[in-house]
């Protein structure tokens, strides 16, 4: 026998073990083969079960079902495990002894799972990531999710991105099912799926907001919490309302900093070419910061005209002390240093703010032509002040 598993069990149709070690799955292996579940992931504590459905053929005889499962630690999942699930199941099978139960000294070879040859050469496909995005988003917190698609290739590589993104937080406890008949899991894969979140051939149906509950759980929250339930209440504390949905303008309000900051990731352009950010609102912040800089700026000079001209006159009767009491080099340096610091305060121009403000707007407009011409329409342009 080809010992890949250190825990693994083969089960019959009505649930009986015939080889391996791995007990306890009676149940879980009829439902398997009732469901006709492809694939099957479920975490309990430490520790994630895989299973599948696979139709075998005894070498010399009809056509069979057998269910695999597999044990493995929650932190030790990753794509890789998914995706080369079927090849090592099916080397497993092939080389077992089945010496008890239904089959004794039989041996198998296997066909496939929903049909001959479907597991053969399978491979991660292509998977946009904001629909991953949003599923993980639903699963953190705890909402089930729904996935009409008839291409077994997809479907697994699909269940292997998120677990993928899950990563040691499978051990919250999770089930997945990649099936032809309806599964009671957290995240389920169909052919054909009534009002799915998710359809292949119509779309997806799962709001955008799910995907800034993902930048959170990235950010603040993976491998953090001991329970689903304790991951939720802290997510849903820090973006209250996720469940409903922002309308379209309320979201352009969110600007490029903001949603960065809060959510560890970039905000992505909307469909016809326009950017989450608005314009205005942009360049009236700029108004304001500009405001506070120049208040900051010429505050000294605005609350202490006399104070300065003081200490000025002051600094002028020293200087002229020292050229006739002391010595003339020190006192004409005196002289010279006010000299600069008067010119300084008195003999630079103040900018009114409307001033300012005008050459800000005139200085982003400028900025917001070379952006058009130079630069990606991903990319944005910060002025660091």
């Known amino acids: ?147 009409a698609s008839p291409d077994l290739f997809y479907n697994i590589s699909l269940l292997a991105k998120v677990v993928h993104e899950l990563g040691s937080d499978l051990k919250l406890g999770f089930k997945f099912a990649v099936s032809v008949f309806p599964v009671d899991a957290d995240f389920s894969i169909k052919p054909e799926y009534k009002n799915a979140d998710v359809d292949t051939k119509s779309g997806i149906r799962i709001e955008e907001g799910y995907e800034k509950v993902y930048y959170i759980y990235k950010r ?20 209250e309302g ?33 950017e989450i950010e608005d314009e205005g609102l942009e360049k009236k912040k700029i108004k304001e910061l500009t405001k506070e800089k120049l208040k900051s700026r010429h505050k000294w000079f605005e609350t202490s005209d006399l104070t300065k001209i003081v200490g000025i006159g002051i600094g002028v009767i020293c200087g002229i002390f020292l050229i006739l009491r002391v010595h003339i080099i020190f006192g004409l340096i005196l002289l010279l240093v006010l000299g600069v610091v008067g010119y300084r305060i008195f003999g630079t121009e103040k900018i009114s703010e409307e001033k300012a403000i005008e050459l800000q707007e005139r200085l982003l407009d400028s900025l917001e032509e070379i952006k058009k011409r130079c630069l990606p329409q991903t990319q944005k342009l910060e002025i660091n002040w």
């Open 1 to 147: 026998m080809v010992k890949l598993f250190s825990n693994f069990g083969i089960y019959d149709q009505v649930g009986e073990l015939c080889v391996g070690g791995l007990k306890g799955y009676e149940e879980l292996a009829r439902e398997l083969d009732n469901k006709q579940v492809a694939y099957c992931l479920k975490s309990e504590k430490e520790e994630v079960i895989l299973g599948s459905r696979l139709i075998v053929e005894i070498i010399g005889g009809r056509e069979d079902r057998l269910m695999f499962f597999a044990k493995f630690p929650a932190d030790e999942i990753k794509s890789d495990t998914i995706i080369n699930f079927y090849k090592t199941a099916k080397e497993e099978i092939e080389a077992a002894e089945f010496e008890s139960g239904r089959y004794p000294h039989k041996k198998f070879k296997v066909l496939g799972s929903w049909k001959k040859g479907d597991i053969e050469k399978i491979s991660n496909q292509g998977i946009p990531e904001r629909l991953i995005k949003r599923i993980v988003g639903k699963l953190i917190l705890a909402e089930k999710v729904s996935v």
């Open 220 to 239: 603040r929250a993976k491998g953090y919490f001991k329970s689903k339930a304790e991951m939720k209440r802290y997510i849903e504390e820090i973006y």
């Open 242 to 274: 996720i469940k409903q949905p922002r309308s379209k303008k309320d979201e352009k309000k969110r600007s490029h900093r903001e949603v960065k900051e809060y959510y560890g990731g970039e905000p992505e352009k909307e469909e016809g070419g326009g």
